[in-house]
């Protein structure tokens, strides 16, 4: 008797888990895009590269995905990457949501290159029928200083006043984990070293449509004007575009070892 109750008890934990599966949101990514942040993280979300699928709680969430792929043929074979990301913004997705999008998916080299340029896309959920604005909608998050294999996506929308990143703690607050192996360890923010921390990083629910928020390039949800990168960076960055091949990749190197 004690080993049946174990048994029923095993199975009806099983069966509520598979419930618990089946219900949770998902995003699914298409083909050619990569994942670069969800909810402000740029890694440990919950995305299976076998379905695509990231998944994900009910409720608000933002996920940043990139054009990316090898297209061609066998003799002229080339990565095509679009010069920027698309952000996607989720209103308040329900429990057992499934959310897409769909695009004209290239199938040669010159197609894809057409494609990173437009990146005209159309929000879905998963059996096919389009998205509201008030559920959702999109936008490509395009930046000043143009192309750059060093862009930092998260402070790019930081600096709109748009990033939303509901697991966020300021560097100041953080404290000493474990890593998987038992070692103590601190990982420092993306702003370690610079004279201040950001304020207010985490972007309200929009209650606004696309449509209706037109100015996407000047002003935040909340109004006001949007803050700019800061002198230093851009600096940097028109130092680091400047320079030749060759002093790029040291570069790169460089902050790869440090």
Same mark, same amino acid.
């Given at each position: 008797m004690q080993i049946k109750a174990i048994l029923k008890a095993g199975a009806a934990a099983a069966a509520l888990a598979c419930a618990f599966n089946a219900s949770a949101a998902q995003f699914i990514v298409?083909?050619?895009? @990569?994942?670069?942040?969800?909810d402000g993280d740029t890694s440990n #979300?919950? #995305? =299976?590269? =076998?379905? %695509?699928?990231?998944?994900? @709680?009910?409720? %608000?969430?933002?996920?940043?995905?990139? #054009?990316e792929n090898t297209f061609g043929t066998s003799t002229e074979?080339?990565?095509?990457q679009a010069s920027n990301p698309i952000v996607i913004e989720i209103t308040n997705m329900p429990a057992d949501a499934s959310y897409t999008f769909d695009y004209a998916q290239p199938n040669s080299l010159k197609g894809a290159e057409q494609y990173a340029r437009t990146q005209k896309i159309t929000l879905t959920k998963a059996d096919g029928s389009a998205l509201s604005e008030a559920e959702a909608y999109y936008y490509i998050l395009a930046s000043e200083s143009g192309f750059s294999i060093l862009r930092d996506y998260r402070q790019d929308l930081m600096s709109l006043n748009r990033l939303y990143a509901p697991k966020f703690v300021a560097g100041s607050d953080r404290t000493i984990g474990m890593t998987s192996y038992g070692a103590p360890s601190i990982t420092a923010d993306a702003f370690a070293g610079t004279s201040s921390q950001p304020q207010n990083i985490t972007m309200s629910a929009p209650m606004t449509s696309y449509e209706q928020e037109s100015n996407l390039a000047t002003s935040s949800t909340s109004g006001?004007?949007? @803050? @700019?990168?800061?002198?230093?960076l851009r600096q940097l960055v028109s130092l680091y575009e400047s320079a030749d091949s060759e002093t790029k990749l040291q570069f790169v190197k460089y902050v790869m070892s440090h």
């Open positions: 298409p083909p050619h895009y @990569s994942v670069e942040l969800v #979300f919950n #995305f =299976d590269k =076998d379905t %695509r699928a990231i998944n994900l @709680s009910a409720g %608000r969430h933002q996920i940043v995905v990139l #054009f074979k080339r990565l095509v006001g004007a949007v @803050s @700019s990168a800061s002198p230093a």
